[in-house]
């Protein structure tokens, strides 16, 4: 009996081991394109951001404000969650052409998020519902060159700026476009058709074309004695809005020695129709807004590199007038920006309370949100205030270990048009943020980090909503980012 025990485990063991044998045979696969032309690259990431977050309405109690935005959704205020963006990508071509293709899922860590199984209380779970993994951004292109043509044909929905160099109040986003780039005896140019809105409506129902939004971009890119000078022009045919607005602006930025510029200005100059609800014209409006930014820094050393600089963006002085002075951008992407962007930072995320929307450090949805002319989900507001706001910092790397600490106050730019909608006086005084970054760099692959932010409420807070809005606003994030 013991022999046969013996013979039969030695024939389980052989059986067990045959996969692997044979898999060992096989070898190592490759990917390969199916044309023989075209070469490929596989790469990408995941983020993973447990934040803990508390007083995000700079109050104590419960309020219909106490919870942020980020790209995985609303968070709740006074909890830990867990954040997690993955992506997978692939970039190649072949002679005068070029892809890049970058699939992701940006999502709250939550079972219903991920496993698609059935919750506790058996409710059946979406599965990334709003975050699906798909196709995030998109590039093909096809470069004339060859032809004497100096430009390259390309389409899809990349990230595309036109002063993320400087202080990103304008526009960056990834949305959907086709256009053309290139350059000329050493001048870039970018020509973009950007559909931010392309809506088809329902027939019967509403207008498509009353709901559509679509943007127009010129950028070229000079040397200048070390610096780059960049103007840029966007047309915005917002039907949406009944708005078509101007954008008139150029940015500088690059090193001169150990110093840094980076400064722009852009001016927005249209006409709002103001409807009815019978979609009459009521009357028009005249848009007539500014927005700039500076900073300096200083490239000391790779260990101490400080910096200062500050924002204006004009606000709204008169609700009932026939004019526009608040500054509305296409998107303000300064989350992304050179001097003080900082993905983790509170004033990044979408806070109810300030109406600063996501990526941006504006209060642009201030007074009456969607009355505007732009804006991030066409968000911003005809009567926000506007704003000023000036900051310090420094940053540097030591061996693998990198840092980077500021301090930034907000003032409102006007409040004229805001005492209007609320019927009382309004301070300018906003309030202060601090932020700490902190991560060390163990391989080009992995690093561990954390960002510490700190937002002071002011009295133009407690004027708009109440005395109990006076509590500090804190959010902690961990980073652990994987890289290949």
Not at 139 to 164: C, H, M, N, R
Not at 169 to 178: A, K, M, T
Not at 210 to 235: E, H, I, Q, R
Request: aromatic share 16%; with cysteine.
């Amino acid at each position: 009996m013991k022999k046969i025990k013996n013979i039969l485990l030695i024939a389980l063991m052989f059986l067990m081991a045959s996969p692997v044998l044979c898999f060992a045979k096989m070898g190592t696969g490759k990917v390969r394109a199916a044309s023989k032309d075209v070469d490929i690259q596989i790469f990408g990431s995941l983020k993973t951001y447990p934040m803990y977050s508390k007083n995000v309405d700079f109050n104590d109690k419960n309020t219909k404000y106490d919870e942020t935005l980020d790209e995985n959704g609303f968070m709740g205020d006074d909890d830990i969650g867990v954040r997690s963006e993955f992506r997978l990508g692939f970039k190649g071509g072949g002679e005068n052409w070029g892809f890049l293709a970058i699939l992701e899922s940006d999502l709250t860590y939550d079972k219903g998020n991920t496993d698609r199984g059935e919750r506790s209380n058996g409710e059946s779970a979406n599965g990334m519902s709003g975050n699906s993994f798909g196709v995030e951004k998109l590039e093909f292109t096809y470069d004339f060159s060859s032809y004497g043509v100096p430009t390259t044909l390309e389409t899809g929905w990349q990230s595309k700026a036109l002063d993320i160099k400087t202080g990103g109040v304008l526009y960056g986003d990834d949305h959907p476009y086709i256009g053309l780039r290139g350059k000329i005896h050493g001048v870039s140019y970018e020509i973009l058709d950007l559909f931010v809105y392309d809506d088809i409506g329902k027939v019967g129902v509403t207008d498509g074309d009353a709901l559509d939004w679509n943007v127009y971009t010129l950028k070229l890119t000079v040397p200048v004695m070390g610096l780059n000078f960049s103007p840029f022009y966007a047309y915005s045919d917002n039907d949406a809005r009944n708005a078509t607005v101007n954008y008139f602006g150029a940015e500088i930025y690059g090193k001169i020695g150990i110093i840094v510029p980076r400064a722009e200005f852009v001016y927005a100059v249209g006409n709002k129709e103001r409807l009815t609800l019978n979609g009459r014209s009521e009357k028009d409006l005249d848009i007539s807004a500014y927005a700039a930014f500076a900073s300096v820094e200083f490239d000391i050393s790779d260990a101490i590199q400080p910096y200062i600089g500050g924002y204006y963006m004009s606000g709204d002085d008169d609700a009932n007038d026939d004019d526009i002075n608040a500054y509305n951008p296409i998107t303000n992407v300064s989350r992304y920006a050179s001097t003080f962007g900082m993905e983790n930072a509170f004033i990044y995320k979408y806070i109810p309370i300030l109406g600063s929307h996501l990526y941006s450090n504006d209060f642009a949805m201030l007074g009456k949100k969607e009355t505007g002319y732009g804006g991030i989900s066409n968000s911003g507001s005809a009567y926000n205030p506007g704003m000023y706001s000036l900051g310090v910092g420094c940053k540097g790397v030591i061996e693998k270990f990198f840092y980077k600490t500021q301090f930034q106050y907000f003032w409102f730019a006007e409040t004229g048009a805001l005492e209007d909608i609320y019927g009382k006086d309004i301070d300018d005084a906003v309030g202060w943020e601090y932020d700490l970054e902190l991560t060390y760099y163990f391989n080009k692959h992995f690093s561990l980090g954390n960002v510490f932010s700190y937002f002071d409420p002011d009295d133009a807070v407690e004027d708009l909503y109440g005395d109990d809005y006076d509590d500090g606003a804190i959010m902690d994030t961990v980073e652990m980012i994987w890289k290949f």
